[in-house]
């Protein structure tokens, strides 16, 4: 079934440093992989999303890379600050016949940026 | 501002009652999505209208149901409320069926006592 995992589920990094989120997807026929910050009370917000045909992306301080034979996708945000302290989410969706939009997450990783 | 709404933001209702939550999408978005997100729990993808049909069901309780009004808002009704569907209950659009960014509402935070 459709199933993705997300570690750390918790990271401190001192500010300027860098911080890196790893997630798993299990259904091969995922092809849309976005990341989702959520501040605390707050509604999640995509922040940067990645397609199977593309390998990286980068947007200013946030980058996203997909392996898609591994099946892995990784955040990596540079030069933290600590307004990047938040929860952050992974998610991915199938294309193909069985697409319907919908989005599958991870569990989560709350990013703690330590003055 | 995402442009989607749901009523009511918070409700408290005891055990055994049913509520019902309202989600209007944006403006010309035809897919509305339903999540579920306990405490310190992910976002559970519970069901999805697309321009009023049903077009995919996650893990959602035979106590839950939804349904798509023609004017494209969503309802998401609860039913036979127990204590563990205390949850923040976030609604999010999208204006095609196929992948691509969901935009939430700021969610509607149930408590049943």
């Known amino acids: 079934g459709e ?3 997300q570690h750390p589920s918790t990271l401190s990094v001192q500010e300027g440093d860098s911080a890196v989120i790893k997630c798993t997807y299990s259904d091969s026929a995922s092809n849309y992989f ?3 910050k959520q501040e605390l009370g707050k509604r999640p917000q995509l922040i940067i999303d990645i397609r199977s045909n593309v390998g990286e992306k980068k947007d200013q301080r946030i980058a996203v890379t997909l392996n898609k034979t591994a099946k892995h996708f990784s955040l990596h945000i540079t030069e933290t600050q600590p307004e990047d302290s938040a929860v952050y989410f992974c998610a991915a969706s199938k294309g193909g016949s069985s697409n319907t939009g919908k989005l599958i997450f991870g569990q989560g990783t709350t990013l703690q940026v330590k003055p | 501002d995402s442009g989607v709404t749901q009523t009511p933001k918070h409700l408290i209702t005891a055990t055994g009652q049913r509520v019902t939550l309202r989600c209007s999408p944006r403006s010309g978005d035809l897919s509305v999505y339903w999540y579920q997100q306990s405490l310190d729990q992910g976002l559970q993808f519970l069901i999805q209208y697309y ?3 049903e077009r995919a069901k996650g893990n959602i309780l035979e106590r839950f149901s939804a349904q798509q009004f023609p004017d494209l808002h969503s309802e998401l009704n609860l039913s036979s409320l127990e204590l563990g569907d205390s949850a923040l209950y976030f609604c999010a659009s999208s204006g095609t069926h196929e992948t691509g ?4 509402g700021e969610g509607s935070r149930l408590t049943v006592l």
Do not use: A, I, T
Request: without cysteine.
């Open chain 2, 101 to 104: 960014e969901l935009f939430f």
């Open chain 2, 51 to 53: 321009n009023g049909e």
């Open chain 1, 3 to 5: 199933n993705v995992e």
């Open chain 1, 34 to 36: 976005p990341w989702y």
